[in-house]
């Protein structure tokens, strides 16, 4: 499936590029980053595109003819539950479901709008842009794994280092061999968000890739599946982001039981964009597979 043309009037993409450039800027500062204030310097990006361009999952054609809303809004609560649940058992399994499904989501994504998708290099792909992200990003990302209770696999990652960042790269590169002409400048800001994302700090890069790429990209992808205009995927997406903020509030006064004792709150929000994000890759793909059909 080859999704139609995506054309940027700037109305979306401006006022997130302008806030993550502000907070790219101000990043570098020392002791700036670790202030609340500034953590939450980001929160109109996280909540549109970042929770919006999932918060609307209900409107896609998966949802036809399966019980309705309510049984929808159980479907998907069950996931995240599920997820939530094996980060309180298995931790490093948790976060190695959470890995697979998001290198697949994001790869997905991107070859999907560039015509070119297959499911093995989609993953591939997926899995280039995750290494670059982490391994560009080591002692950091150390750090992380720790919090969440994955040293084991802090460890793998430390150990494979110089392979993992090669592997990377030439994933990365893999969607090169059969780009379209016309989706060339997409492809190539893309690598150049990835490639800025390694002088940046981890929590920064993350950013710039989750909401000023693959998010603002998710939100024009459900658009064009579903119909709608913005004005009405946001109406119908507050409930839904409504819901995810207070289920991230909940997790906030849980966090002492599947987080190291004194987390700071982006290992929360990790584990909440984990949880949020599985049924929203399994809705999003469905949804692909349908309008392929």
Same mark, same amino acid.
């Given at each position: 499936?080859?999704?139609?043309?995506?054309?940027?009037?700037?109305?979306?993409?401006?006022?997130?590029?302008?806030?993550?450039?502000?907070?790219?800027?101000?990043?570098?500062?020392?002791?700036?980053?670790?202030?609340?204030?500034?953590?939450?310097?980001? *929160?109109?990006?996280?909540?549109?595109?970042?929770?919006?361009?999932?918060?609307?999952?209900?409107?896609?054609?998966?949802?036809?003819?399966?019980?309705?809303?309510?049984?929808?809004?159980?479907?998907?609560?069950?996931?995240?539950?599920?997820?939530?649940?094996?980060?309180?058992?298995?931790?490093?399994?948790?976060?190695?479901?959470?890995?697979?499904? =998001?290198?697949?989501?994001?790869?997905?994504?991107?070859?999907?709008?560039?015509?070119?998708?297959?499911?093995?290099?989609?993953?591939?792909?997926?899995?280039?842009?995750?290494?670059? /992200?982490?391994?560009?990003?080591q002692d950091e990302t150390a750090t992380v794994l720790a919090v969440l209770k994955a040293e084991a696999f802090g460890a793998w990652l430390s150990a494979w280092y110089i392979p993992g960042i090669i592997l990377s790269v030439v994933?990365?590169?893999?969607?090169?061999?059969?780009?379209?002409?016309?989706?060339?400048?997409?492809?190539?800001?893309?690598?150049?968000?990835? *490639?800025?994302?390694?002088?940046?700090?981890?929590?920064?890069?993350?950013?710039?890739?989750?909401?000023?790429?693959? =998010?603002?990209?998710?939100?024009?992808?459900?658009?064009?599946?579903?119909?709608? =205009?913005?004005?009405?995927?946001?109406?119908? *997406?507050?409930?839904?982001?409504?819901?995810?903020? /207070?289920?991230?509030?909940?997790?906030?006064?849980?966090? =002492?039981?599947?987080?190291?004792?004194?987390?700071?709150?982006?290992?929360?929000?990790?584990?909440?964009? *984990?949880?949020?994000?599985?049924?929203?890759?399994?809705?999003?793909?469905?949804?692909?597979?349908?309008?392929?059909?």
């Amino acid at each position: 499936m080859q999704l139609r043309t995506i054309h940027h009037n700037g109305r979306l993409e401006l006022p997130i590029l302008l806030l993550m450039g502000i907070y790219t800027l101000f990043s570098f500062q020392p002791g700036l980053a670790d202030q609340s204030w500034f953590r939450f310097l980001l *929160a109109p990006a996280l909540l549109f595109p970042g929770l919006s361009h999932g918060a609307a999952d209900h409107h896609l054609d998966w949802k036809g003819n399966r019980g309705g809303l309510v049984l929808f809004v159980c479907r998907y609560v069950s996931i995240m539950l599920a997820i939530l649940g094996l980060w309180l058992i298995y931790p490093i399994f948790g976060l190695s479901i959470f890995l697979l499904l =998001s290198a697949w989501h994001f790869g997905e994504t991107d070859l999907r709008d560039w015509g070119i998708y297959h499911p093995v290099k989609a993953f591939l792909f997926g899995v280039g842009i995750l290494g670059i /992200l982490l391994l560009g990003h080591q002692d950091e990302t150390a750090t992380v794994l720790a919090v969440l209770k994955a040293e084991a696999f802090g460890a793998w990652l430390s150990a494979w280092y110089i392979p993992g960042i090669i592997l990377s790269v030439v994933c990365c590169l893999i969607p090169a061999f059969q780009m379209p002409n016309a989706k060339w400048g997409s492809y190539l800001i893309l690598l150049l968000i990835m *490639a800025m994302g390694m002088i940046l700090p981890l929590v920064a890069a993350f950013l710039w890739y989750f909401c000023a790429w693959h =998010s603002l990209r998710g939100w024009m992808h459900l658009r064009l599946l579903t119909g709608y =205009s913005d004005r009405f995927l946001l109406k119908v *997406a507050s409930p839904f982001i409504i819901g995810a903020l /207070l289920f991230f509030i909940i997790m906030l006064v849980l966090q =002492s039981y599947f987080l190291e004792a004194g987390a700071q709150v982006y290992a929360v929000f990790f584990v909440f964009i *984990a949880a949020l994000s599985t049924p929203h890759i399994l809705a999003m793909h469905q949804s692909y597979h349908q309008q392929s059909n």
